[in-house]
């Protein structure tokens, strides 16, 4: 089956800095990977997502970024804001297996 | 639209008790997944549902645990009898694919079993 890791487990920023989450996984038949954001007593929320045959997708401060030769794909934030504090998910699947979900990153943007 | 809809948000119980949870998926969606989230094993795939028949339920921990699917609009997770290891936040999530991609979460019930 498929194995996702996910780095940093913890991630502390300034105000205003960027924040870049990483995720590896090891299906290659893998072709879609979200990005979830779970903030306290809530269930993960999607915020961006990106299939195999996109490089890069943007929205407004978040961009993901795909690199399937080297199997990798990573969330970056720019601009952050307190509201961005959460933990944040990644996942890998194909159309006809689970979604598999990294650890998680605690981030904390700091005012 | 509402989103994924779960009930209760917070359930506590003893040890033996049988404890029920719903989820109402959004609409229009025709799959429907619960989800089990502790802190050691991070979020696992109890059971997958596509339109109302289960499709997955290779993560279903044991046979205390059961889920149902009784229309497109409902859905239940039973565990009996409830222990203490079975403490957990549990979610639902519905998608409006066939395939198990993209989902949308419920924020979820917290049960706590003394």
């Known amino acids: 089956g498929e194995n996702v890791e996910q780095h940093p487990s913890t991630l502390s920023v300034q105000e205003g800095d960027s924040a870049v989450i990483k995720c590896t996984y090891s299906?290659?038949?893998?072709?879609?990977f979200p990005w979830y954001k779970q903030e306290l007593g809530k269930g993960p929320q999607l915020i961006i997502d990106?299939?195999?045959?996109?490089g890069e997708k943007k929205d407004q401060r978040i961009a993901v970024t795909l690199n399937k030769t080297a199997k990798h794909f990573s969330l970056h934030i720019t601009e952050t804001q307190p509201e961005d504090s959460a933990v944040y998910f990644c996942?890998?699947?194909?159309?006809?297996?689970?979604?598999?979900f990294g650890t998680g990153t605690r981030l904390t943007v700091i005012p | 639209d509402a989103g994924v809809i779960q009930s209760p948000r917070h359930e506590v119980t003893e040890m033996g008790q049988e404890v029920t949870l719903r989820c109402k998926p959004i609409?229009?969606?025709?799959?429907l997944f619960w989800y089990r989230q502790t802190m050691m094993r991070g979020l696992e795939l109890l059971i997958y549902?596509?339109?109302?028949?289960?499709?997955?339920d290779s993560g279903m921990p044991e046979d205390r645990f059961s889920a149902k699917m009784p229309n497109a609009s409902f859905s239940t997770l039973k565990i009996q009898p409830s222990e203490p290891r079975d403490s957990a936040v549990y979610f639902c999530?519905?998608?409006?694919?066939?395939?198990?991609?993209?989902?949308?979460f419920g924020a979820g019930t917290r049960l706590s079993v003394l």
């Open positions: 609409s229009g969606h025709n799959s």
């Open positions: 549902f596509n339109n109302n028949v289960p499709i997955d």
């Open positions: 299906d290659s038949a893998s072709n879609y």
């Open positions: 996942a890998a699947s194909n159309w006809r297996n689970n979604l598999f």
């Open positions: 990106i299939r195999s045959n996109v």
């Open positions: 999530a519905s998608s409006p694919s066939t395939g198990r991609d993209i989902q949308y």
